[in-house]
């Protein structure tokens, strides 16, 4: 699972999300077109924060290029309710449940709404179960990571 925070251009959002990841256990994290102050400050810090950790973070320019370079063989957007027709938990289930050991990229919105319909089409879409209102990119973020670590085995 390596989770990937697209098209940011808050500094705040890319460290929060990246201490987030790795504080939940994740050993990656993707940032993929940071633009503005999240590419000049945002991500030097959270490179500070990987390697303080001892974890590794990745600047790519797409969400395409990471799951190539990767090698993921599943993208999975996580995006407000309104936007996607499967709970996160259940796509989740369904791609672990095929029992083949794959790279799934976990993919957030940096900002709102961050993530065009033509890039999501590289992948599935899934909300959160529970979540009902639109709780902003860092929290969506956030929640999802903590929901898939508890869903995966470690």
């Not at 990841?21 to 945002?42: H, N, R």
């Not at 407000?80 to 976990?106: H, M, N, T």
């Not at 940096?110 to 999501?120: F, I, K, T, Y």
Request: glycine share 10%.
């Amino acid at each position: 699972m390596i989770p990937l925070l697209h098209n940011v251009s808050s500094p705040q959002r890319v460290v929060e999300v990246a201490r987030a990841a790795y504080s939940l256990g994740y050993d990656i994290f993707v940032v993929s077109k940071p633009t503005g102050a999240a590419a000049q400050s945002g991500v030097p810090e959270a490179q500070r924060i990987a390697l303080k950790e001892g974890k590794t973070l990745v600047v790519l320019p797409s969400v395409e290029s990471a799951a190539e370079l990767l090698g993921a063989g599943t993208i999975v957007f996580v995006v407000p309710r309104k936007f996607a027709d499967k709970p996160l938990e259940e796509v989740i289930k369904s791609i672990a449940g095929k029992g083949v050991e794959q790279k799934i990229l976990l993919v957030f919105g940096g900002a709102e709404p961050g993530l065009s319909a033509r890039e999501m089409e590289a992948g599935e879409r899934a909300y959160i179960s529970g979540v009902e209102n639109d709780v902003g990119p860092t929290a969506l973020a956030v929640i999802a990571l903590y929901v898939v670590r508890n869903l995966l085995p470690r």
